[in-house]
Structure formats: C-alpha cells, structure tokens
C-alpha cells in the first residue's frame, strides 16, 4: 500500500512537472510594463487579434465552460480551413451586467485577415486597441470571491495612487484547469497614462 501511495504521488508530481513545462512553451501575449509599484503594475498593450464571445452570463463560472467550449471550438479546427490553431494565454474574460465575453488571444503568426472564418456564428475575430493597464497578480484557483477581493483591492490601490480607470475590470487566466500547483490569475483594467 506504502509503495503504491508512493506511486501515486510520483506519478502526479511527474504529470504536474509536464504541466508546467507545456505551459512555459505557450505563447503568451505581449506587454511592456511601463511602471512597476509594490502591488500591481502599469502595462502597455499593443493591439492584438482575438477570438471572442459575448454571453448574458453574470458569473465567471457561468462564463467559463459555454464559453471555452465555443472558442476552444474554433482553435480546434472548427473553421473553414478545419485548422488547428495554437493555444495562447491568457484567456481573457470580462463579466459585467451588459453583456459578458471571453477571448482567446490568437498566435501572433496570424492577423485577423489571415485567421479563417469561424463556423460558428457567435465567435467573433476582432483587433483589439492599444491600451495601458493596471495589473494585480494572484495564485491558486480563482474563486468568483477571490476576483471580487483583487478587484477591489486594485481599485484601492489605484486611488491611493491618484490614476484613472475606465471600462470594465477584467479577468486573465493562464493556466489549464487541470495545472494544480503555480498557477497565475491577473485583474486589469484600462487606465489613463502617459509615458
């Protein structure tokens, strides 16, 4: 029993280490931090491409699997061109009472005229906007009390420091649901900066 306890435990350390090493080999989206303060940061986005869907939902949990399922849909070869399209992170999610999305970033290989048509109607290719934002980084798996808590503390922290915010506050995740252990989450909103 001891030896296949041990195994076990082998086995998932082994499985979480490939995890992580997968993940450090996804394309990740590209920013410039601008200004880095004790808790949070200002960024610079330039314009992307992404997949996105918009959803009536009103959680994050309510948002998270239709949605997924629809962009994961898409990257997975339900396009015109049956292509696979390479996973990026973060997944983008931004829940708010007049219409929530989720977006994929799209692998910066392609441009919204070279992506291939969705099948399904509701997915959308957009080019985002150049944008500077404030960050807050967390760990573990983010909890709809967790997002609510370093959203606030974000916005708290952006007063304390006299910077204007606009627009929703969004939700990043970069990691699969089934990495257990280093997991990163970010809140963002857009704000008003001059470098």
């Given amino acids: 029993m001891i030896k296949f306890s041990i195994g076990i435990i082998v086995v998932f350390v082994l499985f979480q280490s490939f995890i992580m090493l ?19 940061e200002i960024r610079f986005y330039p314009s992307v491409t992404i997949a996105t869907i918009t959803s009536d939902a ?32 973060p997944v983008h999610m931004d829940v708010n009472e007049g219409g929530s999305t989720m ?4 692998p910066s290989e392609y441009s919204k005229e070279t992506l291939p ?15 500077y934002v404030a960050a807050i980084r967390f760990g573990g798996f983010a909890s709809d009390q967790d997002r609510k808590f370093f959203t ?10 006299s910077i204007t915010s606009y627009g929703h506050y969004r939700f990043l995740g970069y990691d699969p649901p089934y990495q257990m252990t280093d997991r990163r989450n970010e809140i963002v909103v857009a704000v008003k900066w001059k470098e």
């Avoid at 399922?69 to 390479?86: D, H, M, P, R, V």
């Avoid at 977006?103 to 799209?106: D, E, G, H, I, K």
């Avoid at 606030?152 to 420091?161: H, T, V």
């Fill in 152 to 161: 606030e503390k974000l916005q708290d922290l952006l007063k304390e420091n």
């Fill in 58 to 89: 009103k959680t994050y949990n309510d948002l998270s699997g239709p949605g997924f399922q629809k962009l994961a849909g898409y990257i997975f070869g339900g396009n015109e061109a049956n292509t696979n399209i390479s996973m990026t992170s």
């Fill in 117 to 131: 048509k969705p099948t399904d109607p509701s997915v959308r290719i957009i080019n985002t906007e150049d944008e």
């Fill in 103 to 106: 977006s994929f970033v799209m």
């Fill in 22 to 40: 997968s993940t450090n080999n996804t394309e990740e989206q590209k920013y410039k931090v601008v200004r880095a303060y004790e808790d949070f």
